[in-house]
C-alpha cells in the first residue's frame, strides 16, 4: 500500500532522471525501512539546489484520507541528504504508524475499547484505530467506519431481521482490513459478529485478539474450538475463564475488568446525587437501565415503567433515574413515559450518566448485561431482568449450563440479586423484587458479596492489554516519529 504513495510523492524526484533511483519495493510488515536513491554524479538537481547538505528535506505525513477518504494518520516520509562537493546520496526514509482494526457493537463494548484503545497507546502513542466504535472509542480518538448501532442486536430473531445489513457491513471491513492489512484486529465481545470476520482476517495472515470471552462457561460451551480458529489470543475479564482455554490449548491472557479498578470500593452516593443536582428531600432513589438496544427498550421500557408507578404507589416522593445509552433509546423511552404515564415529574430521564445515576441510587432495576456488573461493583441492591421475543426466548431456553443470567449472581456462584426474567417479568412482580431490595434483611451478606466480586475482578488490565499486544506490535511500533 505504502510503496506507490510514497513514488506519488517523489515524483518531483523520479522526474529528475528515473534511471537513478534505486528503490527496494518491499516492506517488513509496517516497521522502520530506508529507501536509498543512488548517488548524482554531476551537480546536485535544482530540487536540491541551496540547502545544506546532511540537513532534512522534508518530513510529509501521509493519510488513509488520500487513499480511501478516511482520516487515520498511518506514517511519514522523511527525505534528507548527505554527501561531499557536487555528488551527494539522497535517502528516504519510511517510519510505518501502528494501524490496528477494532470492533466493539455495543455500549459495553464502548466502554472495553475505548480503555483498550487508552492502553494501547500508553505504549505505542502513534497507533491509529478503525473499525466500529461508540461515542467513547470516538474520544479516545477511534475512526468508526459504521455506526455502532447497526450492530446493537441480540436475539435469533433480531438478528434474522437484520442479517443482510449486517453480513453486507461486515463484507465491507473484512475487505477494507484485507487492502490496509493492520498490524492485528481486536474484535471486541459481539462474538456473533466479530469471531467470523477475526477468522477470515486470521486466515489471510493478519494478527487476531478477541477481547471478552464468549459466556461459554453459561452456554454453546462447543463454541471454544470455533473461538480458537478466530483469534490469536483471547483477553479474558473474569477468572473462571483462562482454565477453560489453557484446556483447549488456546493462547488465554487474563486482564481483569478494567470497571473493578475504575470503581471505588466504597461508593460516593452523596456526591452522585449532588452531581445529578437530586434534592436530598427524594427518596428512595431508584434507577432503571432498560438497556443499550433498542430492541431491550421496546421489550423492557413500559415494564420498568409500569413497576416504577407501582412502586410510587407505596413511596409517593420515590425519585426514578433512567439513564440512556443512545439519543434514539432516548428518545425511544422519552416517548413511552410521556404517553403512559401520569407522574413524569418523578422520572429524571438522561442521555448519559449511567455510572453517576447507579452509584446516586438506593436500588436499581436493570436489564441483564454488563451494567449488573457496574451495579455490582458499586455496591448497589438490584433486581436484573430481560424479556424478549417468544421464539427467541424458546430457542435460548435449556441452552445454558447455569441457573442464573446475571453476571453477579454468576461471579458469586449463589444467588444474591433476584432475576425475573421473560412471563417472570410482570409490572407487579418487578415492584416486589424493588421493594424488597429496598428493605432486605440480607442486606449485609450481599454486601459482602458484592466486595468478593470488586476484590476477585481487580487487575492491571492496562499493563495485561500492553503485554498481550507487545508480541504483535513490537519496539519499532513504539516510535511515533523520526529519531
Request: proline letters at 7%.
Amino acid at each position: 500500500v505504502f510503496f506507490p504513495i510514497m513514488v506519488n510523492v517523489l515524483s518531483a524526484i523520479r522526474t529528475v532522471d528515473p534511471d537513478m533511483i534505486n528503490l527496494v519495493r518491499t516492506l517488513n510488515g509496517r516497521r522502520l525501512q530506508i529507501f536509498r536513491l543512488v548517488e548524482f554524479p554531476s551537480a546536485m538537481p535544482a530540487l536540491f539546489s541551496g540547502l545544506r547538505i546532511g540537513s532534512t528535506l522534508a518530513v510529509i505525513g501521509v493519510t488513509v484520507g488520500e487513499l480511501v477518504g478516511g482520516n487515520l494518520g498511518l506514517g511519514f516520509l522523511l527525505v534528507s541528504s548527505e554527501g561531499q562537493g557536487n555528488t551527494a546520496a539522497v535517502f528516504v526514509t519510511i517510519i510505518m504508524l501502528t494501524l490496528i482494526g477494532i470492533v466493539a457493537g455495543e455500549a459495553s463494548g464502548d466502554l472495553l475499547g475505548a480503555g483498550f484503545i487508552e492502553a494501547v497507546r500508553s505504549r505505542w502513542p502513534d497507533a491509529r484505530f478503525v473499525g466500529i466504535g461508540g461515542p467513547k472509542m470516538l474520544a479516545a480518538g477511534m475512526h468508526s467506519v459504521f455506526p455502532q448501532e447497526m450492530l446493537a442486536v441480540r436475539g435469533y430473531v433480531e438478528v434474522l431481521r437484520r442479517l443482510p445489513a449486517l453480513l453486507r457491513i461486515r463484507g465491507q471491513l473484512a475487505r477494507r482490513f484485507l487492502s490496509q492489512r493492520p498490524d492485528v484486529f481486536v474484535g471486541v465481545d459481539a462474538p456473533d459478529f466479530n469471531l467470523a470476520l477475526e477468522r477470515r482476517l486470521r486466515a489471510a495472515g493478519i494478527a487476531t485478539l478477541h477481547y471478552v470471552s464468549p459466556s461459554i462457561w453459561a452456554w454453546r460451551g462447543k463454541r471454544i474450538r470455533g473461538i480458537g480458529r478466530a483469534a490469536g489470543r483471547v483477553l479474558a475479564l473474569f477468572p473462571m475463564e483462562p482454565p477453560l482455554y489453557q484446556a483447549a490449548g488456546i493462547p488465554v491472557s487474563y486482564v481483569g475488568h478494567p470497571l473493578a479498578s475504575m470503581l471505588p470500593m466504597q461508593p460516593d452516593t452523596m456526591g452522585a446525587r449532588r452531581a445529578l443536582r437530586i434534592d436530598p428531600a427524594s427518596g428512595p432513589v431508584v434507577t432503571l437501565m432498560p438497556g443499550s438496544r433498542m430492541a431491550e427498550v421496546e421489550h423492557l421500557g413500559l415494564r420498568f415503567v409500569r413497576a416504577a408507578e407501582r412502586l410510587l404507589e407505596r413511596h409517593p416522593g420515590a425519585l426514578f433515574l433512567v439513564p440512556l445509552a443512545t439519543r434514539p433509546t432516548f428518545d425511544l423511552f422519552d416517548r413511552m413515559l410521556r404517553a403512559h404515564s401520569a407522574r413524569y415529574d418523578r422520572f429524571q430521564v438522561m442521555f448519559g450518566h449511567a455510572h453517576q445515576a447507579l452509584e446516586a441510587c438506593d436500588a436499581a432495576l436493570i436489564a441483564s448485561g454488563t451494567a449488573t456488573l457496574e451495579a455490582a461493583l458499586l455496591k448497589k441492591p438490584m433486581v436484573i431482568s430481560y424479556h424478549m421475543p417468544w421464539l427467541s426466548y424458546q430457542l435460548m431456553r435449556g441452552r445454558g449450563y447455569l441457573p442464573w443470567v446475571g453476571l453477579p449472581n454468576i461471579l458469586a456462584g449463589r444467588e444474591i440479586v433476584p432475576e425475573l426474567l421473560q412471563d417472570a417479568a410482570t409490572e407487579e412482580a418487578l415492584a416486589v423484587a424493588l421493594e424488597g431490595q429496598l428493605d432486605n434483611p440480607q442486606a449485609a451478606a450481599q454486601q459482602a458479596a458484592f466486595r468478593d466480586i470488586h476484590e476477585a475482578l481487580r487487575a492491571d488490565t492496562a499493563a495485561a492489554i500492553v503485554d498481550a499486544m507487545a508480541p504483535l506490535l513490537g519496539p519499532l511500533a513504539a516510535k511515533a516519529g523520526p529519531a
